[in-house]
């Protein structure tokens, strides 16, 4: 995105106090001034013209702001044109360092400049033809506004459609970079930037490797995707270092014992994830249509990277399982006529299917007991039961049955898949019944139960 140069930016900034914009809002007309420079540039629309102006809200409709953000942005941009008419007519230098206004340039133009250097790339953009060294000059480096990257990282994240964990867990990992750096202007930003940050997570903060692969992760994603960078070749970064992990698991008396000491509904979501090997966000987010009880199937939709996959349902869960279904039909209905506005859709599907928020088959299998008020709209809308809730009630039922392992949600998955291994099943069954990409990710469960392979060298002629 287009940063003011820092004759612009005081220029502009004392221009709207005096004409009554607060402090606290000032921050807010700058972004809307260089998102539109930004607009236009993109676009190949000229400043100064009515069409850009309207144009550009038009866009921030199509992006979803709202009427008072419109109505600020299209307030901060006229301040701009009201500025530079200001300074055109008192034939001083234009606003944007050195360039004169006229009807047929804009008052900005943005030039790309790639240069090489210590082998990396770096993007920067320029506002005015002055020099890269002058301009560059220009770029903070501490206490830069970085609004626009977590702007442009939410985007990146919802066009791919990742899932909101992802986004939260990057944006994370971008604000203790942005804290590293003392907030460096991200056009200043370098794979230097990157490796130093990496090494320090695991020298001076002695962080897992997992969590140092997660911020390397996330930091690619927001160099090629928001930042328009390529890392190039990483080396020379002190690497965390990973252990063998091998998972807990526990045998059938154990689950048993567990699962006997959780209320409902609780007992039915750990015995669901112990016999369909579950993620605790898969069983939570079963909906009423997921469930095939003739053919006593269960889809789970939108896995772990939106994966689809089917497992059996266990024959000992049916009764419990469509008990539960009674129930879920009998309070939907009481909701419904309570007038409730229905539960929360995946996507756009509530735009596409009018009032299928309120169908049976759309109802969580394991519904909130209350319903959730939305801010915005003031709907009343029904969500599934949270997870911190399940895990409340596993560790208080861990902690009675004095079970001396590390005992959560996940561990059941584990335990389903390792009692199948047992059990002498395929792996590549296993693989599919866990959704895992991946054979390797499946054989972990090799190591944690006991191998009854026959080791002898012999030919099967001799069996």
């Known amino acids: 995105m287009i940063q003011l140069p820092q004759q612009l930016f005081r220029q502009f900034t004392t221009f709207i106090a005096h004409k009554g914009v607060l402090p606290r809002e000032q921050q807010y ?19 100064k013209e009515s069409k850009s102006l309207s144009a550009f809200v038009e866009k921030l409709r199509e992006k979803k702001q709202s009427e008072k953000q419109r109505k600020q942005a299209h307030h901060a941009v006229t301040l701009y044109f009201e500025l530079v008419s200001q300074s055109a007519e008192k034939g001083a230098n234009n606003p944007t360092q050195g360039q004169k206004s006229t009807g047929n340039q804009p008052a900005c133009t943005r030039k790309e400049i790639f240069c090489q250097e210590n082998k990396e790339v770096e993007d920067v953009k320029t506002l005015t033809n002055e020099p890269e060294t002058t301009e560059r000059k220009a770029l903070k480096s ?12 939410k985007n990146a994240i919802k066009i791919r459609h990742y899932s909101p964990s992802t986004l939260k867990t990057y944006i994370s990992w971008t604000r203790k970079f942005q804290t590293y750096t003392k907030s460096k202007d991200s056009r200043l930003l370098t794979v230097e930037d990157v490796k130093g940050f990496l090494t320090w997570l695991a020298v001076e903060k002695d962080v897992a490797a997992s969590s140092q692969n997660q911020a390397f992760n996330a930091l690619l994603f927001v160099f090629r995707h ?135 088959i759309w109802q969580w299998f394991f519904p909130a007991k209350g319903l959730t008020v939305v801010p915005t709209t003031k709907e009343r809308r029904k969500y599934h039961i949270h997870d911190s809730a399940v895990q409340k009630a596993l560790r208080t039922a861990v902690k009675k049955t004095k079970i001396p392992k590390r005992v959560t949600s996940h561990t059941f998955r584990h335990s389903f898949a390792s009692h199948l291994l047992q059990a002498n099943y395929d792996i590549r069954t296993i693989q599919e019944l866990l959704g ?20 002898e060298a012999k030919s099967p002629l001799d069996f």
């Open 226 to 360: 928001v930042l328009g960078k390529e890392f190039g070749k990483v080396d020379g970064i002190v690497r965390a270092k990973r252990k063998p992990y091998i998972p807990v698991v526990l045998s059938r008396e154990e689950v048993d014992r567990t699962i006997a000491l959780l209320n409902h509904p609780y007992s039915l979501i750990i015995s669901m994830m112990y016999g369909c090997g579950l993620r605790i966000s898969e069983c939570l987010s079963l909906r009423i249509q997921n469930f095939n009880f003739d053919m006593k199937i269960l889809t789970i939709h939108d896995g772990k990277g939106k994966k689809d996959r089917t497992v059996p349902i266990p024959n000992a869960l049916i009764d419990a399982l469509r008990a539960q279904l009674n129930r879920v039909i009998e309070q939907h209905e009481r909701d419904c006529q309570a007038g409730y506005d229905g539960v929360f859709l995946p996507g756009r599907l509530e735009k596409k299917y009018h009032g299928a928020s309120r169908e049976l």
């Open 29 to 47: 007309y700058v972004k809307w001034v260089r998102f539109y420079l930004d607009f236009c540039h993109k676009y190949n629309f000229r400043q």
């Open 142 to 153: 501490n206490g830069a506004d970085w609004t626009g990257v977590y702007n442009d990282l």
């Open 436 to 455: 895992h990409s991946d054979v390797r990710t499946t054989m972990i469960y090799t190591h944690t139960v006991k191998s009854v392979t026959l080791k």
